[in-house]
């Protein structure tokens, strides 16, 4: 029994019905999507043929077949909705409530956050969507949290004056917010340089043509420190190089590090005010479904794969609440 009231079979029983609607309707679109491919040629025959044999036919299943598809496209897209409020309300909120104090968790908000509009370490965007937001405290501390993918517009026009638009991804990952004990006056923001060898990974696709994303070029002072290693991996930009000092200690600067091996894609920090934002642009959504749930040991593997989730984005937390001072 969870802790909402509902048993695992219930739970399962639900969750299967929004799957099974889904596959249903994607299905139909399928074979209507390609009735439709086929209605230009059926509506050519039938007009030559003047109506007779099977074109007609094809010709109606033609036209029918677009208020299907478009139909079934809608009732998809509110299944997967209800069925993301569902498993977030039934399976998430619990997985959540063992590592965390969480005093609010909406799956999709509709409006943007405050935590996206103090943050000034994720890249400009033109498309946004926001999924898990998570409110609470964590050791303690307190601490915001929410899954973001974040699309530039792309415009070309062709020789002839056409217009097309298209969307690149340029962070697809996870935005942390942690409350400092102490207001810092200014900024320190921590960015991590372009990595061949992550984007060949698994990063490729959110990365590729984004060079001026990741943010080296910039107006604002950057320092180094004496760890040339971390001078490799991340940027340093800061308002105040006394306070950057002071806040990237050697241990710290280790911890960070190590942070980011637990991140598995791009880190990005920043200090500001009485906030500490971590950006961590991964590649992936996390707290999601990902396979059918036929049975309570399916839904007990995707409880389980939440579970490692939400452990290594509260590793990455805990290296950086390492810094007693600030927390």
């Not at 498309?127 to 899954?147: E, F, H, P, Q």
């Not at 810092?184 to 340089?193: H, L, T």
């Not at 060949?200 to 943010?215: H, I, P, Q, R, Y």
């Not at 794969?305 to 007693?324: H, P």
Request: charged share 25%; hydrophobic share 35%.
């Amino acid at each position: 029994m969870s802790n909402t009231g509902l048993s695992d079979n219930q739970i399962v029983s639900k969750i299967r019905s929004y799957q099974t609607t889904m596959k249903l309707c994607k299905f139909i679109c399928v074979i209507s999507y390609f009735c439709i491919i086929w209605f230009p040629l059926g509506l050519l025959f039938n007009y030559a043929l003047g109506g007779r044999g099977m074109w007609k036919t094809i010709t109606i299943v033609g036209v029918v077949s677009i208020p299907v598809a478009i139909i079934c496209s809608k009732i998809s897209s509110k299944q997967a909705s209800k069925l993301k409020t569902f498993v977030g309300e039934y399976v998430v909120k619990d997985v959540l409530a063992e590592r965390l104090e969480v005093t609010q968790y909406t799956p999709s908000p509709k409006d943007t956050l405050d935590i996206i509009k103090k943050c000034t370490i994720i890249p400009k965007y033109d498309r946004i969507t926001i999924s898990d937001y998570i409110k609470g405290t964590y050791r303690g501390v307190a601490l915001s949290y929410c899954d973001l993918h974040l699309e530039q517009e792309d415009t070309d026009t062709d020789d002839d004056g056409h217009t097309n638009t298209t969307y690149r991804t340029v962070f697809k990952g996870h935005l942390i917010n942690l409350g400092l004990k102490q207001k810092i006056e200014g900024f320190v923001k921590i960015k991590e340089r372009k990595n061949p060898r992550k984007e060949k990974e698994f990063l490729s696709n959110v990365f590729s043509g984004a060079a001026d994303v990741l943010g080296i070029k910039t107006k604002d002072e950057t320092i180094e420190v004496e760890n040339e290693v971390f001078n490799n991996q991340f940027e340093i930009r800061t308002s105040n190089q006394q306070m950057s000092f002071y806040i990237l200690t050697p241990q710290f600067m280790e911890n960070i590090i190590k942070a980011d091996e637990f991140a598995y894609g791009y880190t990005n920090i920043e200090f500001r005010g009485q906030n500490a934002f971590i950006a961590l642009n991964t590649g992936r959504d996390s707290f999601e479904i990902t396979k059918t749930v036929i049975s309570k040991k399916s839904l007990d593997n995707s409880r389980q794969q939440m579970r490692g989730e939400l452990n290594r984005i509260l590793a990455v937390v805990d290296e950086i609440l390492a810094k007693d001072n600030l927390f």
